[in-house]
């Protein structure tokens, strides 16, 4: 059974930083695609940045390039998301995903495996 449990969430300034974790169990996905979404009050949810985790390949929305990086640690089979530059709009709730295979898609349809999700929280 997988189970992915992220972690790091948290409120800060505008500006600030934050990391996420995201820790997944039971199979590998060592071949296959980790990211993130996020959901923001009465909007839907959204892609954020994913990472091939074999090749370490990784793609972001337009609107956090040069802000996020996403990186991740094989051994450990998980994944972070460094956040900085915050900003208001930036809140959210964070859900890391995994899929098993190796293409990056921009779609929730497209991850089987969903975390319960991590509060982000900006101030101006």
């Known amino acids: 059974q997988v189970q992915l449990m992220e972690s790091g969430g948290g409120l800060v300034q505008a500006g600030g930083s934050l990391r996420l974790s995201c820790a997944a169990s039971g199979p590998t996905f060592s071949r296959g695609v980790m990211g993130w979404f996020r959901q923001a009050p009465g909007k839907e949810r959204e892609f954020v940045t994913a990472?091939?985790?074999?090749?370490?390949?990784?793609y972001y929305a337009d609107d956090v390039k040069g802000r996020f990086t996403i990186s991740r640690d094989n051994a450990r089979n998980t994944v972070y998301l460094q956040m900085n530059g915050l900003k208001p709009e930036d809140t959210a709730v964070y859900y890391c995903?995994?899929?098993?295979?190796?293409?990056?898609?921009?779609?929730?349809?497209?991850?089987?495996?969903w975390g319960q999700g991590t509060q982000v929280t900006v101030s101006s």
């Open positions: 995903v995994a899929r098993e295979s190796r293409v990056i898609i921009t779609i929730t349809a497209g991850y089987k495996y």
């Open positions: 990472i091939r985790m074999s090749e370490g390949n990784t």
